[in-house]
């Protein structure tokens, strides 16, 4: 028999060396990161979403990123999706719209465990996606959007797989020592166009990157752990020490970082806890938000502003920063957990010229379950925006209004599979007028969930409009094992 087992060995291999499992062109796989461009720069009606699959399973040995063309998506007996402000009746169910229809140059392999992606977009240039990919090499990717649903992959055009061009930010580091600094399971990334005083790259956007796991030093040895945001250029890829920002302060556990915003002077992270990478557990201080002074980044003065005194929160996720308006102070709005809640910050003095930011909670509303991620939606100088919450484990997105000072809705996006959510994720909007679309990636069960706001004056009507894809968690198992034998 040994010769036999041995034969069928060898033959596994040959086949897994040579057949690659591709990522299907007609579905999302654990979507994670979403970006939008509206149909006033996309030449089409509905816009177009980009959305990277996460490939969470392995089911295949790529993730993908895909140009989703949202008036060609369809349902199975033709039906379209609908211009925001069309869905009129309160009372009809969504619209399951599975047919993608995705063409070739539409979209592109990545890395594994994709998180955020951001999208920048220079005056006179194609506009660009970043995606994080937290799988094997940690890569970031560069994707360029030469037309609206065409992708091209930076420093490799003609090719369908980024893996090519895409940065590692753990290996073939300029002035790494043992095993520092890396960034161990990238995850956000925020476009500062503000850029960085004094930096020789005068394209006047960088990229701030988070990474979920800290690095310890030497590597494997589970000592000297450190975090970093990376900051690095929009324009050329490319990364060396001097570009990671030590996150750690004495009196705290070490964790990772989870999400990132940059304003003019200061850039805001904040922290996630990661079990198996705490090097004191017995500390009671916890790593929510910190902030770092691009003004002083060769020194690295990292800022602690100790909103956990004021809240005791375990970590934070999603965060977003309320720009400059004359009448209103401005705000950051942070997702924590345990307790689930949206603390409110007054934010003060982090003008360009100032060198004393100031942080302070003002309030903390109770959420759903599992925050995640956060987004604002204007309503212009007279209103505070809308804050909105992707709220995981309830499955719903949560829409906190400032100016009444509460959650005014909820909205399920999905249905549950015994006890799976549908996990909504990343959010992206569409805005016209005084209405908007809020798109969700539903990590959970595969697709993408569609809710309009009519008028953002009465967001506690917001409602579930479309799927988009198809649900990867019904029979998602048995498929895969089929599909990898």
Not at 417 to 432: I, M
Request: aromatic share 8%.
């Amino acid at each position: 028999m040994r010769p036999l087992l041995l034969s069928l060995a060898l033959l596994f291999t040959a086949c897994t060396q040579t057949d690659e499992r591709l990522p299907p062109s007609d579905r999302f796989v654990y979507p994670s990161g979403i970006a939008y461009r509206p149909g006033s720069v996309s030449g089409n009606t509905n816009g177009v979403l980009y959305v990277s699959s996460a490939n969470f399973d392995r089911c295949f040995d790529w993730g993908s990123v895909m140009a989703v063309d949202l008036d060609r998506v369809a349902g199975s007996s033709g039906e379209a999706l609908l211009p925001l402000g069309s869905y009129t009746d309160p009372t009809a169910a969504p619209a399951e719209l599975g047919q993608l229809h995705i063409a070739p140059e539409s979209r592109r392999y990545i890395q594994s465990f994709a998180g955020e992606m951001a999208l920048w977009e220079p005056a006179g240039a194609s506009p660009r996606l970043f995606i994080p990919a937290r799988a094997d090499g940690n890569y970031l990717h560069y994707i360029d959007i030469p037309a609206p649903t065409q992708l091209s992959c930076v420093g490799n055009a003609d090719a369908d797989n980024c893996i090519q061009g895409a940065l590692s930010l753990t290996t073939g580091i300029s002035g790494q020592q043992d095993g520092l600094p890396r960034a161990e399971a990238p995850f956000s990334v925020f476009v500062d166009t503000f850029g960085i005083p004094n930096n020789a790259d005068k394209t006047g956007a960088r990229l701030w990157v988070t990474h979920l796991n800290p690095a310890d030093s030497p590597e494997l040895s589970r000592l000297n752990y450190e975090t970093y945001a990376v900051d690095l250029s929009a324009a050329t890829p490319g990364v060396s020490s001097s570009d990671f920002h030590p996150l750690s302060l004495s009196g705290f556990p070490e964790g990772g970082a989870s999400s990132v915003v940059a304003d003019e002077r200061y850039v805001f992270v904040t922290g996630r806890l990661n079990g198996n990478r705490i090097s004191d557990t017995s500390l009671s201080r916890r790593f929510l938000v910190r902030v770092l002074d691009k003004q002083n980044l060769s020194n690295n003065l990292l800022i602690e502003p100790g909103l956990d005194l004021a809240f005791s929160a375990s970590e934070a996720r999603g965060l977003a920063l309320t720009p400059p308006v004359a009448s209103q102070p401005r705000r950051l709005y942070v997702a924590v957990r345990d307790p689930d809640s949206l603390l409110i910050v007054d934010v003060k003095g982090i003008e360009k010229e100032s060198a004393s930011p100031s942080l302070t909670v003002v309030g903390a509303v109770p959420l759903p379950g599992g925050p995640t991620q956060v987004t604002l939606v204007s309503r212009g100088a007279s209103r505070s925006a809308l804050v909105l919450v992707s709220c995981s484990d309830a499955g719903v997105v949560a829409i906190y209004d400032p100016d009444v000072g509460q959650v005014v809705a909820q909205v399920s996006v999905g249905q549950q599979s015994g006890t799976q959510s549908s996990q909504p994720f990343g959010l992206a909007f569409q805005q016209a007028g005084n209405a908007a679309r809020i798109f969700a990636s539903n990590f959970g069960d595969g697709r993408v969930s569609v809710i309009d706001i009519a008028d953002l004056n009465n967001p506690q009507l917001a409602r579930l409009v479309a799927w988009l894809g198809v649900r990867q968690d019904v029979g998602q198992s048995a498929q895969c094992q089929e599909e990898q034998l």
